[in-house]
């Protein structure tokens, strides 16, 4: 049995020995508890999910409830670059971890769902920090203020259903055709990427004209293009650039104000980059990019750890 704490009247931890928490657990109370921390601005299109925290907490808690609650209810999740950090440091940096097992995170994790989406990691967040809510209308997550919080983890597609364009046959044949020649691939996969670079140094002036095809937005940026353009001929990496255009242009339309990312191992923060080159720094220092497949609205991506 796990070790149980609670809080003394100074606000200090002490121990009450190895014991089952169940046995601390006042579940009416913990109810209460729960369905306070849970109105319906916090649970969005998920009324559920008041019963799934619950049901969680049942099995994860090593203190009482209500000194749970009274650190939960302090938690506010600070919008900064942080990371890549370990998942098994989240509970820590959260400033839960003398509450909660460490099976709390795995538990968390595993609540997804389709439509309404929950995607891998948005539980977490909204269950551990109280102005972290998840979102009535489009976007992943939005707090208090009205910021949103977009969360992607592996092999995620950086675009949407609305103003993103999917990656097929008629693009790439618009592309080769720049160069008068058929193409050899049906995807910007890494391979073509390297093969397109080449072409490109070879032709400077198909540049733009390339970089407008390899938008994955429906209405493609002139000077989202030039920007392209201008870091293609500073540092020739093709397929960084391209996710970095999609990373940018995706967090602009969805009006975002923070980028959450995790993988199996690690999670990072990232605050929306203001230009092509920012979100460039951020795609090459802190993601695998997958390439952009057909039907996909946008390259995909995975966290490094």
Known sequence: MPEIYTKDKNGNFK???????SNLIDTSSLDKLVKDFWPDKKSGKHPELAKTHRDILLNTLIAKPEDLFEQLKSNTFTFQ????????????????????KPQYVKDCLGVTTHQP?????????????KNINFSNESGDLIDDKGQRIEVKGNHAPIGGPKYFKQMNKSIMFSIYRLFNTNPDYEDFT?????????KLIDNPSTIKKVMILLQNNTKESNSLAENMTALFNETEDLLNIVAAAHLFAYLKLQKAKFLFAINEKSFAGFETPQSL?????????????NGWTTGNRGITFTLKD
Not at 15 to 21: C, I, M, Q, Y
Not at 117 to 129: M, P, Q, T, Y
Not at 190 to 198: A, G, P, R, T, V
Request: some cysteine; hydrophobic content about 40%.
């Open 190 to 198: 890494m391979n073509c990427s390297e093969d397109l670079k080449q």
């Open 277 to 289: 080159k920012q979100s460039y720094e951020i795609i090459k220092n802190h993601f695998k990019v």
């Open 15 to 21: 121990s009450l020995g190895n014991v089952d928490a």
């Open 117 to 129: 989406a929950i995607g891998k990691g948005e539980f977490l967040l909204v269950s551990c920090f």
């Open 81 to 100: 670059n942080f990371g890549p950090m370990k998942i098994g440091n989240f509970l820590e940096k959260a400033k839960l971890d003398s509450y909660l």
